[in-house]
Antibody
Framework: QVQLQQWGAGLLKPSETLSLTCAVYGGSFSGYSWTWIRQPPGKGLEWIGE???????KYNASLKSRGTISLDTSKNQFSLKVTSVTAADTAVYYC??????????WGQGTLVAVS | SSELTQDPAVSVALGQTVRITCQGD??????ASWYQQKPGQAPVVVIY???NRPSGIPDRFSGASSGNTASLTITGAQAEDEADYYC???????????FGGGTKLTVL
């Protein structure tokens, strides 16, 4: 069964770069797309972007070109970087797999606070 | 703002049936998927492809879709079903994902 485990810095200062990595265990990395989603405290889910196994990416325009998703197929990992963070980027960030018209499974989530 | 619209909160008596709806133009072309999120946990898909239920999800969860509206029905709601529920689909372009604002389900 596929499991996603994510990690990265949890406390940032304004203008710094958010960096998170997600590792995929127990399943194929190729043949799927991989995505990042965030959830501000007490609020709903926001799709950040997606990368397929060929490295083609799509992003939410709300990030205003600050976000970059990359993958390392040799390690079965994919990563998210968001530059010039502000308090508005404070959220729980989730990595997840896109499969059969759904997003599943999800990583455990990482709280990133900007202060 | 979400391109998918959900009622913010719904309540249901224990053992009764509840339907949670999601409206949006993208649903005319793309199936909705539904996610259950309990406090402090990551979301879990409960319905995808309109009516498909992943293994391990109780069969009291079902999905339907008509026009620009998708719905999640819980038949015989249990206390453990109390959670936030989010719908999602590809957006109208087909390239991005969008989420509804979420519905907080209370089981009385």
């Amino acid at each position: 069964q596929v499991q996603l485990q994510q990690w990265g810095a949890g406390l940032l200062k304004p203008s710094e770069t958010l960096s998170l990595t997600c590792a995929v265990y127990g399943g194929s990395f190729s043949g799927y797309s991989w995505t990042w989603i965030r959830q501000p405290p007490g609020k709903g889910l926001e799709w950040i972007g997606e990368i397929n196994d060929s490295g083609s990416t799509k992003y939410n325009a709300s990030l205003k070109s600050r976000g970059t998703i990359s993958l390392d197929t040799s390690k079965n990992q994919f990563s998210l970087k968001v530059t010039s963070v502000t308090a508005a980027d404070t959220a729980v960030y989730y990595c997840a797999r896109v499969v059969w018209g759904a997003i599943s499974p999800w990583g455990q989530g990482t709280l990133v606070a900007v202060s | 703002s979400s391109e998918l619209t959900q009622d913010p909160a719904v309540s249901v008596a224990l053992g009764q049936t509840v339907r949670i709806t999601c409206q949006g133009d993208s649903l005319r072309n793309y199936y909705a998927s539904w996610y259950q999120q309990k406090p402090g946990q990551a979301p879990v898909v409960v319905i995808y492809g309109r009516t498909n239920r992943p293994s391990g999800i109780p069969d009291r969860f079902s999905g339907a879709s008509s026009g620009n509206t998708a719905s999640l029905t819980i038949t015989g709601a249990q206390a453990e079903d109390e959670a936030d529920y989010y719908c999602s689909s590809r957006d109208s372009s087909g390239y991005h994902w969008v989420f509804g604002g979420g519905t907080k389900l209370t089981v009385l």
